[in-house]
């Protein structure tokens, strides 16, 4: 078993992308990610890959989107403000059906808020990350270990189903360090891929990368088509966890570093003789409708912490579908929950 290194949570993820077979990356600096990206600027040259500090967000998308086109894994990263000014090249992204690595470690907003951790990017990830009819693959990590994990699984996803795939973070895990393991460098990343524009030697037909449509009918036909994709991956992509759901009366629902808090404010309910359980989605996108649905049957209520007013909460709504009631606890402006606030925001929705 390979050894565990101790690792900032940003540097984890750089680390992690090299030994998924990530060769390019094209980004700009802002906090609280930048760690990444300077990672990124020791290790490409000295790999033979491309690291390249682009002029803008904006360019630096559009940089992600020629090198995908070619058919290399490639990636980016950046914080929330950067996040929306990469929207419009993640939708031509989307609407040209091409994988690539998205990271956000998000900060407090809106506007330029503040560096500290947030998560108040889970409506833009899930709902809104560019214009038009499409989605992303979206994780939500909790620990440093797991996001080197998901980004394995992120390169591996979006070649299977030719989709951007974002990592949800935030400031909290991304500037933590914690002992990890590494994985084994991949040998062979699979960059013989049909559809992209990397030269053809004659032996298939020329590809063209576009995203620009001016038949109805055919962008809608195509529309469609991504669906069955998206569909597919609804059916077999929800991933979560849980936690002494097994006979919770109450269910606390949480992602990210508000997931931590809420496992040590689930621990201590036990302690005091509440049936608690905690379910962490691990996608965002697709949500894990299917788990809480099933949870509804027998919990008696849900609880959603959140680093925000409340975004996802409305997506644990919908999955239990007025079976249950629903409470919000959050904080926001870059204020991380503690157990103490959980544990008695449970209580009270208990009746004390």
């Not at 998000?106 to 990830?125: F, M, N, T």
């Not at 995203?211 to 529309?223: F, M, Q, R, V």
Request: hydrophobic share 45%; glycine share 10%; aromatic share 6%.
């Amino acid at each position: 078993m390979a050894d565990k290194v101790l690792m900032k949570g940003n540097e984890a993820l750089a680390e992690a992308a090299i030994l998924a077979g990530c060769r390019h990356f094209f980004g700009y600096p802002i906090t609280p990610q930048t760690e990444l990206a300077a990672y990124m600027a020791k290790k490409m040259p000295k790999l033979g890959g491309t690291y390249l500090q682009a002029e803008s967000e904006i360019a630096a998308i559009n940089m992600v989107l020629g090198a995908s086109s070619a058919g290399v894994r490639v990636m980016t990263s950046s914080s929330s403000p950067g996040i929306s000014l990469k929207s419009e090249g993640i939708s031509y992204m989307a609407g040209s059906d091409l994988p690539a690595l998205i990271v956000n470690v998000q900060r407090g907003g809106p506007g330029l808020g503040g560096i500290q951790p947030g998560q108040a990017d889970y409506w833009q990830a899930t709902k809104a990350p560019g214009h038009g009819d499409f989605h992303l693959i979206v994780f939500a990590p909790s620990t440093v270990q797991e996001m080197v994990d998901l980004v394995y699984k992120a390169f591996e996803l979006g070649d299977k189903f030719r989709t951007p795939v974002m990592i949800l973070a935030d400031g909290m895990l991304g500037q933590m360090m914690e002992p990890v393991t590494l994985p084994s460098a991949l040998t062979a990343v699979p960059d013989e891929k049909p559809w992209a524009a990397s030269g053809h030697a004659n032996k298939r037909k020329k590809n063209i990368i576009n995203s620009l449509y001016l038949d109805p009918n055919l962008l809608e036909k195509t529309i469609l088509e991504r669906r069955k994709r998206y569909d597919q991956i609804t059916a077999e992509e929800q991933r979560c966890e849980e936690v002494q759901c097994e006979d919770a009366e109450i269910v606390v629902v949480a992602y990210g570093a508000s997931a931590r808090v809420s496992r040590s404010a689930v621990n201590q309910a036990r302690a005091e003789g509440i049936k608690a359980g905690l379910l962490r989605p691990i996608t965002l996108w697709p949500f894990p409708t299917d788990a809480i649905a099933r949870l509804a049957k027998s919990a008696a209520a849900f609880l959603t912490v959140e680093m925000s007013m409340g975004q996802m909460v409305d997506d644990v709504r919908l999955a239990v579908n007025g079976a249950r009631p629903v409470a919000f606890y959050g904080r926001t402006g870059g204020v991380i929950p503690t157990p103490a606030e959980v544990l008695t925001a449970m209580k009270s929705l208990i009746g004390g």
